[in-house]
């Protein structure tokens, strides 16, 4: 940290006068730089200092305080939000309207009597403006010594992105009440099985129903571990990671996550829309709530309200280095309002911490969640300390009519091979349910699948032996392909053969198609009105019954 003589550098002889001043000192040089000696000399009195830091009011002590439980310097935004800011003015109005001896803030009041200066430190995001007591002056002050007691957890630092948040200290938050914990919802690796059926609706180039985890978040962890890149599954990685054990395929999408800068949650919240070309440091972020959570105790229900409360108020600079709010163009889906400025912490920031606790740590099996009602938001989390590790030992069913009921805990690899094969029915909260159909079937053979691999895979997976008939229609469908079509026709019957014939005869004859009987015919799909219209044009009123306003 700068010390004194370095911190007045670049103040004028009047500044450094002002300071003598209020310290009860008079500056007996006239030179700027010898000024600054004498003064720095000064200063650096211990008694003195304690004499004149007893005489600072309460918010003044506060702010040393902090200062001292910062290791002696705070991003200078998180101060200015805290302690106020200093106001611009030049040696000119300075002297002429006296503003130190009416100070507009905290800071100033301190600015003014060399206890607060500002410079631009080196951080692993960039150079960042913080505000510091000076080294040498912060050694003369007695720890603790006249500054008020409960002051120092007034403000931590923001801290260096990726560094320890808590670092030990005392955990943020508290613990949750019994009302916020009263719903628990049990960890879970449901993210795998959701995982399973994304790549299988990519390789049947279809879009996947919904799923616990949002698509656009599932095919994030699966682009960050290598096994989706852009919108194409690598099939080497695929099969690898469907043939992982539920332990190991949830641990490479885990450690992939935490250490991906790519993997932008941020940009993933609901309710926002982010805009512009700035960026942000996800990896950042989500490594300081990690370790903010190192604090907390073990297998204790924690308020997460509370919780995203104390990181507003000790460090909510946590995803900006530089307390800049101004700069990102981050807008609210509802109504289409930009969020700018300290105001929108909690739409924002405090929105990004809540996703991350709710969402991807969740997922992972990492916490446990809890509401106080059902229908509630989540109130409560819990570290979760035993990793979820089930196993894939399920059985599936087959019915006759070609529906397949598969447990969620049958092998993913199984359910995977086995989805390609089927229409996609609505899912139940563990178990999926296929449709083995011609059309089904014909996709999986332009695929090069054969419906003897589907036998085989149901046959080695069932709780009980495949219905015969299902089997023996398989087979059959492998041979000769569809032998029975079920069709929806519009039909077109007349009184009288002759009519038919007339009508054939006529313009519209082109819209018959194959003929059923000697009063009947099928019209060609989408020609009823045009059959209509020629049936009157020879003198007869047409009822369609599809429409029972049309004649």
């Known amino acids: 940290m700068p010390n004194l003589v370095q911190s007045l550098q670049a103040r004028d002889l009047g500044h450094l006068r002002i300071v003598a001043g209020l310290w009860g000192l008079e500056l007996t040089c006239a030179e700027t730089e010898a000024a600054l000696k004498e003064l720095s000399a000064a200063l650096l009195n211990p008694q003195l200092v304690q004499e004149i830091v007893s005489s600072l009011s309460a918010e003044g002590r506060s702010a040393l305080a902090a200062l001292f439980d910062a290791g002696g310097k705070i991003p200078s935004a998180a101060f200015a939000r805290q302690f106020g800011e200093i106001r611009a003015a030049g040696p000119g109005r300075r002297d002429r309207q006296h503003v130190y001896l009416n100070p507009a803030s905290t800071a100033e009041a301190l600015f003014y009597r ?160 982010c805009e512009g070309e700035w960026s942000n440091q996800p990896l950042a972020a989500r490594a300081f709530v990690f370790h903010l959570l190192e604090d907390l105790p073990e297998g204790k229900w924690w308020s997460l309200p509370a919780f995203i409360h104390d990181i507003k108020l000790k460090q909510p600079d946590f995803q900006r280095p530089a307390g800049d709010y101004d700069s990102w163009f981050i807008k609210r889906v509802s109504d289409g309002v930009f969020l700018r400025g300290f105001g929108s912490w909690d739409e924002v920031d405090g929105a990004l911490i809540r996703y991350l606790i709710t969402g991807p740590m969740f997922w992972m099996g990492v916490l446990e969640l809890a509401r106080p009602e059902e229908s509630e938001s989540v109130t409560a989390f819990r570290v979760n300390l035993k990793p979820v590790a089930n196993a894939e030992n399920g059985k599936l069913s087959v019915s006759s009519n070609g529906r397949i009921s598969v447990p969620r805990l049958l092998p993913r690899v199984t359910r995977y091979r086995i989805s390609r094969f089927c229409e996609w029915e609505a899912a139940k909260p563990d178990e999926y349910r296929y449709r083995v159909t011609t059309s089904s079937l014909k996709k999986a053979r332009q695929q090069g699948l054969k419906a003897g691999q589907l036998l085989s895979l149901l046959a080695k997976n069932a709780n009980a032996e495949i219905p015969p008939a299902f089997v023996k229609a398989l087979k059959r469908w492998e041979l000769n392909g569809t032998e029975a079509r079920l069709e929806v026709q519009a039909i077109l019957r007349v009184s009288r053969p002759e009519l038919l014939e007339e009508l054939r005869k006529s313009r519209a004859g082109r819209f018959l198609g194959e003929s059923l009987g000697p009063v009947t015919i099928i019209v060609k799909p989408g020609a009823q009105d045009k059959v209509l219209a020629a049936l009157a044009e020879l003198g007869l009123l047409a009822e369609n019954t599809s429409d029972t306003n049309s004649l």
């Open 114 to 273: 060399a206890f607060l200066a500002y410079a631009f430190f080196d951080t692993p995001t960039g150079a960042q403006e913080f505000a510091y007591i000076p080294e040498d002056l912060a050694q003369a002050i007695k720890p603790g010594q006249a500054l008020h007691p409960g002051s120092l957890s007034a403000i931590t630092p923001a801290g260096t992105p990726g560094e320890k948040g808590g670092g030990g200290a005392e955990p943020l938050g508290r613990l949750a009440t019994p009302r916020e914990r009263e719903h628990p919802i049990a960890a879970s690796d449901r993210l795998l099985d959701d995982a399973t059926t994304f790549l299988a609706g990519l390789r049947m180039g279809i879009e996947p129903p919904e799923m616990q985890v949002p698509a656009k978040g599932v095919a994030e962890f699966l682009k960050v571990a290598g096994i989706v890149v852009g919108v194409v599954a690598q099939p080497e990685q695929v099969k690898a990671f469907l043939e992982m054990s539920r332990l190991q395929a949830l641990s490479l999408l885990a450690n992939a996550w935490r250490a991906s800068q790519t993997f932008n949650e941020l940009r993933m919240l609901p309710n926002l829309v």
